[in-house]
Each structure stands twice: as structure tokens, then as C-alpha cells.
């Protein structure tokens, strides 16, 4: 059994390559004149340079990252990052044809078709390259419905009253230290604006990429939901395997108004680092929702199988009478990988419902924490909350914890919370085995049963890719 | 070697074997010999080593194998992995049958399925072909189909399980099964439907070997030949009429015969 597991042990990260292209970056190290560069070279008016020095002078006062987390890692240089980097042919897009072609290649690699001629079957696609956005597909098209999906930097120059109105109104930069550093130097991202009444015919999704070397990324993604409106969002990412760490630091920030739906969901695939934890990615993101219209409902699925890091909590604030958060979570580390992820559900309208569903696998070495607050403010009548909370380990070297707070401060209200640890069991590889499925196939199904409550919310692409990757990345995890 | 010294060779055949779990010794010099189309009941007290002799002849990887060896359709079966033994015919039909959540009952059988399939040069079947297999073989056991989709053993009654085994059995139609306790937590009913499902799929090809405590499953599949297991070793063998023996005198007799 050890031989064939060892083998898989060392396959390899199949997005690890790197891009040979000419890029244009900014000078390593962070001071004002840094956030002046990126907003210039970004064209930004004045309101968001403004926006961004803010936050800058916020984050200087902020003497330290936070401590309470379950893990530790080496101090980061934040003199030592690159804040941006962009490819060179500079685009100026007007039409995916002008997209260099080595850009184009890459995301072929990475199985995301961004030329519309091969598309993936309705999903509409914004593809960020390091600092910037190369490509968004479906633009057109959704623009008839007077839906808006384009990157950041365009939503910026197109429809600034918008980004006035959202950016900052669910994360602002004083939420934490993150959150500041990303509202100032954020290079790019996506914006998803769903106009009332419509729902969006598509599903719309971002593809990530990390390719410059040192390079941090801070990308910022806003969609907004007006009245009625509803919308699926898929977010992916990867990154060439490197030796040292780089930082993802991104915000994410999502707005429901009355009777809208915004469905979000991620498989994240940073890359994790080797066997001994060196390299591998960062990813320290500040993610949340706000319910703030009546009725309202804010799902969040991801899938964390990358870096070698992960530290977030996709949230929802239910500030809406009768709106309803959701949470649905797989993480896996394996190997030196570490996970902190939860959510937070804050309970402020009345009749508001939250669902927490997660579900921690963890191998090698791995340190897997679930870390969840459930609020209810005394406004909350008959609010109710629902968490499980499940963790699976395999082998005798990882570990999972979890952390739940509740907080209730309304006697209406109902809050249920159950966890459950499970081993991989020799007796379930066993009788898999007996009936003649291999290891390496009966972990893979055995660690999908248990994660099967998630993946059954995500859309049915996503669902296939993330079966398949919680496959990889397991491999060999039980010798 | 040949095909014609093949046909000359037991189905299996188990010499001195001794094994032993967290360093202690549970079989202690078993001989035992299996042909095709026979039918052998190992019976015996509790703690006498019939369960280890199952679990070590299916690739438990919790026990030892200190000395001997097991000869089955003339390879070396103790160095064969566990799932290329399942995939060569050796079927093991659990005393506690494992539970796993989330995944469907369908899934995992033709998962199996499929692997033994390929192990011998035939053509795997999609979802559509297996599950009309898997009906079909339902009806054998009894079983109701809202069983296709339920989580493997998850939920189930310990007789649904029992059932589950046998079903599985029938889907993966093994050379050699090796039921292990199967009519422990059985009412009659259960008792008898498992016992029909064997005896259905009893063929002069394969050979079963029936682990049990109890005479009474043996009212529905009649042995060849019982074997008295007690202390890690076979201490007596004889025909169907040794079972009855061992009802009406209980195990103390053969017992106190072994220990002299």
C-alpha cells in the first residue's frame, strides 16, 4: 500500500508554471507615493485616490497583524512586496482579440477559456492577471439586461457613482489589518452589478492568477443585488509553485437589497507549498455579505484545498427582516498546510435564519481550525441559527480544532450548534478495499461522502472540478 | 505451471497458518482445504479465532501473519494486497459491515464492481447497464430499492446490513466467499432470506466458507464440512452431522478434548 501512496505523494501541482511575459511593476516597498502610482497608473478619480491614502494612513497606525488565530508564520516584509505588476501590452481592450497570446495560453492551460468562441457553457468570465483584469468575456451580452460585469479598474471609470455608493459599505478599511492594507493598494478585481428585478442568466466567475514573482495580490470584488435581483458567483485561483510565500490579500464585498439572492461560491487552489511547507501562498481574505434588504439571502460555498495559509470568514451581516445566511465550507490541508476559516453570522433583523455547514478533512501535517461566531442582537426576534460543524482526520500527525462563539441577546431566539470528529478509519479503507477499490480511490470517495452536504451547493461545473480536486489533493495522505 | 496441474490444486488451501494481532497469538496452526462447489462451516467458541481466520484470509492489515501460508487458486494469497484478492474472488461478507456516510449504496457497488470487472478482462458498466444489474440482484435478498441510493450500511437496521453484504455478493459474484458471522443479530425471517441468497448463488465454480457460532444457520445452508475451532486451531472436522453434535453437547466437550 506505502509504495503506491508515495508516489502520488510527489505528483505534482499541475498549475505551477509560470508565465514568460514582460510585465510592468511598480517598485518594491509600500509608501504614499506607491498608492499615487498604482491610482495614476490606474487612471482613478480623485474620490478614490482620496479612498486609498485613507486607508494608508489607517494601516500605518496599525502597529501588527492580529494574534489571536491558531497558527503562527514568519513576520512579512511589507517593505519587500511588489504592489504591482502588470502584464506590458497594456490593455486598452477593446475586444478579446487584442489579448496577448501568451495570456491567453495561460488560461487554456489552467482550463479557462476565455475567448468566447470556446466558452465554457454560459459562464461569464473576468480573468485577473497578477495586479489587473485581462479579460472579461460576456460583457456585451449581459449589458442588454443592464447587468454590469467588468473588472474593478473599468467599474471605476464607468460607473463611479456606483463604486462611491458600495466600496467600503460592507468591509470598510478599518475592519482589520488586511482589509486596510488591501483598500490601498488593491490593483484590481471584479464588480458585478445586477440591476432590480433582473436575474442574472449566467453564472458569473473570476479567475485568479498569481504570476510575478514577490508579487503580492490585493484584488477587491463588490457585486451588488438591487431589489429583487439574483446572481451565482464563481471564483478560482492558482499559482506557479515558488519557493518563498506571497501574500493574497484580498476583500470580497456583497449587497443584497430587498428579495435579492447572491450565491457565492470558490474553489480556491492557491498553490500549497511542498512537502515541508516551503512556498506557498498566503491567503489572508476578508470576506463578507450584507443582508441589508428584507427578505434578502447571501450564500457563501468555498472549497479550500490551496495555499499554505488560509485565514477567512466569509460572513454575512442579516440586517433585513427574514434574510437568511448561509455558509457552507470543505477546507483540506494536507502536508504542512494550515487552515483557520469559519464564518461569522450576525443576526440584527428580526426573523433572520443563518445555516452553517463545515467540513474539515485534514492530512499530513496538516492544522485545520474552524472558528465561527454566531450573534444575535437583541433586535433579533425569533432569529434562528443552525451550525455543523464535522471534521475528519486522516492519519496520526494532523489535527482539527474548532472554535465556536455564540452570543445571544435575544430570548426569542434559537441557536443550535453540533460538531463531530471522525478518523478515516482503517476498517473503512478496509472494506472498500474488499470490494476491490483501490487506496488511493476509496480515500477520494470516502472524504467526498463526508463533504457531499457542500458540494451538492455548488453549480454543477464546479461541483465535478471540486470532487476531483479534493481527490488530488489528498493523494497519498494515508500510508 | 500449467493449466492441468491447476485443475489438480484445491481452490485454497490454508497450511500452519498462525497470526496474531498487538503480539498476540489468535490462530495457532490452522489446515484447511476448500474446493470448488464445496460448501465449509468453521464453527466454534467465542474468542476461538474464527473472525481473525476471516479477516486474515480477506488482508486485514491489523493481523500478523507469524507462520504459514495460504495458497488460493495457486497464487501465494498473503501477498496479495487486499483489493487485488476482492478482485481475484475472494469476498468477504462483514460480521459488523463498515458505514459510509455520504456516499450511495450504487456508487460504491459499482465502484467494486467495475475494479473486479476490469481485473478480469471485462467490459466496465455504465450507470444505466449497473443498475439494472443491481435490481435484479435486489430481488434476491429482498431488498427495496430505496436502498440504491442510500449511504453504504449508514442508517441501516443490523439486518438491512447483513442483507447489504449479501447483495453485494451477488453483484461481485466472488470464487470464494467467506461469510462471517452473517446470521449474528438476525431474526428468522432475515435469517432465512440471507440464507436463500446464498444458496442462490451457489455454483459447482465457487466455494463459500460460513463462519459461525451458532448451528441454527446451518439448518439453511447445509455444510460439506464443519469445522470445530477452538483455541487458534481446527481441533475436529467432519460432516453436517458434527454441527448437530456441537448443538446438543455445546463447545465445553471439545473443549476439554483440545486442551489434553
Redesign the interface.
Known amino acids: 500500500?506505502n509504495e503506491s501512496v508515495n508516489d502520488i505523494v510527489n505528483s505534482e501541482y499541475k498549475y505551477g508554471f509560470v508565465t514568460d511575459i514582460e510585465s510592468d511593476a511598480v517598485p518594491r516597498g509600500l509608501t504614499e507615493d506607491t498608492i499615487r502610482l498604482i491610482s495614476k497608473k490606474k487612471n482613478e478619480p480623485s474620490f478614490m485616490l482620496e479612498w486609498r491614502l485613507k486607508a494608508f494612513h489607517h494601516w500605518q497606525t496599525l502597529k501588527d497583524e492580529p494574534t489571536w488565530q491558531n497558527f503562527s508564520y514568519p513576520p512579512i516584509d511589507y517593505q519587500n512586496i511588489i504592489y504591482y505588476s502588470a502584464p506590458k501590452k497594456k490593455p486598452t481592450l477593446n475586444s478579446l482579440d487584442e489579448v496577448d497570446k501568451e495570456l491567453l495560453d495561460t488560461y487554456e492551460k489552467l482550463g479557462i477559456s476565455i475567448t468566447e468562441q470556446k466558452r465554457m457553457s454560459g459562464v461569464a468570465v473576468d480573468a485577473i492577471f497578477d495586479s489587473v483584469s485581462v479579460a472579461t468575456t460576456f460583457s456585451e451580452q449581459l449589458s442588454k439586461l443592464g447587468i454590469v460585469f467588468c473588472s474593478f479598474s473599468e467599474a471605476v471609470q464607468k460607473h463611479p457613482e456606483l463604486i462611491k455608493k458600495y466600496l467600503g459599505s460592507v468591509v470598510p478599511h478599518t475592519d482589520n489589518f488586511f482589509a486596510a492594507l488591501n483598500a490601498a493598494v488593491f490593483s484590481d478585481g471584479s464588480f458585478c452589478f445586477i440591476p432590480k428585478g433582473v436575474k442574472c442568466p449566467m453564472e458569473l466567475s473570476t479567475y485568479f492568477r498569481i504570476n510575478a514573482a514577490e508579487t503580492g495580490q490585493f484584488e477587491r470584488t463588490l457585486i451588488v443585488a438591487e431589489e429583487g435581483a439574483t446572481v451565482s458567483y464563481l471564483e478560482g485561483c492558482t499559482a506557479p509553485i515558488r519557493d518563498t510565500n506571497q501574500l493574497h490579500a484580498a476583500v470580497v464585498e456583497l449587497i443584497a437589497l430587498d428579495d435579492a439572492q447572491i450565491k457565492y461560491s470558490t474553489v480556491q487552489n492557491w498553490y500549497a507549498g511542498d512537502k515541508e511547507g516551503r512556498g506557498g501562498i498566503y491567503n489572508f481574505v476578508t470576506k463578507r455579505g450584507k443582508c441589508a434588504g428584507k427578505n434578502s439571502r447571501i450564500s457563501w460555498t468555498q472549497v479550500e484545498t490551496g495555499s499554505a495559509i488560509t485565514w477567512k470568514y466569509p460572513s454575512v451581516v442579516l440586517l433585513g427582516d427574514n434574510s437568511v445566511g448561509e455558509f457552507y465550507s470543505v477546507a483540506v490541508v494536507n502536508n504542512r498546510q494550515i487552515a483557520d476559516t469559519g464564518t461569522k453570522m450576525l443576526h440584527i433583523g428580526k426573523n433572520t435564519k443563518s445555516t452553517i455547514i463545515s467540513k474539515g478533512i485534514s492530512a499530513g501535517r496538516g492544522e485545520n481550525t474552524y472558528r465561527g461566531l454566531v450573534k444575535v442582537s437583541p433586535g433579533a426576534s425569533n432569529a434562528r441559527s443552525y451550525t455543523q460543524c464535522d471534521s475528519m482526520l486522516l492519519g496520526n500527525r494532523c489535527s482539527a480544532n474548532t472554535f465556536p462563539y455564540i452570543e445571544v441577546r435575544n430570548n426569542s431566539s434559537s441557536v443550535e450548534h453540533e460538531a463531530s470528529t471522525s478518523k478515516i478509519?482503517?476498517?473503512?479503507l478496509?472494506?472498500?478495499?474488499?470490494?476491490?477499490?483501490?487506496?488511493e480511490?476509496a480515500i477520494s470517495?470516502?472524504v467526498?461522502?463526508?463533504?457531499?452536504?457542500v458540494f451538492k451547493n455548488l453549480p454543477m461545473e464546479f461541483a465535478v472540478e471540486a470532487q476531483k480536486l479534493l481527490g488530488v489533493s489528498l493523494e497519498g495522505s494515508v500510508g | 505451471m500449467n493449466d492441468t496441474q491447476m485443475k489438480d490444486e484445491y481452490m485454497l488451501e490454508i497450511k500452519n497458518l498462525h497470526a496474531s494481532v498487538a503480539g498476540k497469538e489468535i490462530l495457532r496452526g490452522i489446515n484447511l482445504t476448500v474446493n470448488a462447489g464445496e460448501v465449509h462451516a468453521v464453527m466454534g467458541p467465542n474468542g476461538s479465532g474464527k473472525s481473525t481466520l476471516a479477516q486474515v484470509l480477506a488482508g486485514h492489515p491489523s493481523y500478523e501473519i507469524t507462520e504459514g501460508e495460504v495458497i488460493y487458486k495457486g497464487k501465494n494469497l498473503l501477498e496479495m494486497p487486499p483489493e487485488e484478492r476482492a478482485k481475484d474472488g475472494v469476498f468477504l461478507a462483514f460480521q459488523y459491515p463498515v458505514e459510509i456516510p455520504g456516499v450511495s449504496n450504487s456508487y460504491f457497488l459499482k465502484a467494486g464492481l467495475n475494479e473486479v470487472r476490469k481485473y478480469r478482462g471485462l467490459e466496465t458498466l455504465d450507470a444505466l447497464q449497473f443498475l439494472k444489474l443491481l435490481k435484479e440482484k435486489m430481488k434476491i435478498v429482498e431488498m427495496d430499492p430505496s436502498f440504491i441510493n442510500r449511504p453504504v450500511n449508514e442508517g441501516f437496521s443490523g439486518g438491512e446490513k447483513k442483507r447489504n453484504e449479501i447483495l453485494q455478493m451477488a453483484v461481485l459474484e466472488p470464487t470464494l466467499a467467506i461469510l462471517d458471522e452473517t446470521d449474528s443479530g438476525l431474526d428468522i425471517d432475515a435469517l432465512r432470506i440471507v440464507s436463500e441468497g446464498v444458496n442462490t448463488l451457489k455454483r459447482p465454480d465457487n466455494a463459500c466458507i460460513v463462519v459461525t457460532h451458532y448451528q441454527r444457520l446451518l439448518n439453511y445452508i447445509v455444510p460439506d464440512f464443519v469445522h470445530v475451532l477452538v483455541n487458534g486451531r481446527i481441533v475436529k472436522s467432519g460432516g453436517k452431522e458434527l454441527a448437530l453434535e456441537l448443538e446438543a453437547n455445546g463447545y465445553d466437550q471439545i473443549k476439554e478434548a483440545a486442551t489434553v
Open positions: 500500500m478509519g482503517e476498517d473503512q478496509f472494506y472498500c478495499k474488499q470490494r476491490g477499490i483501490d487506496t480511490n470517495m470516502i467526498n461522502g463526508f463533504a457531499k452536504e
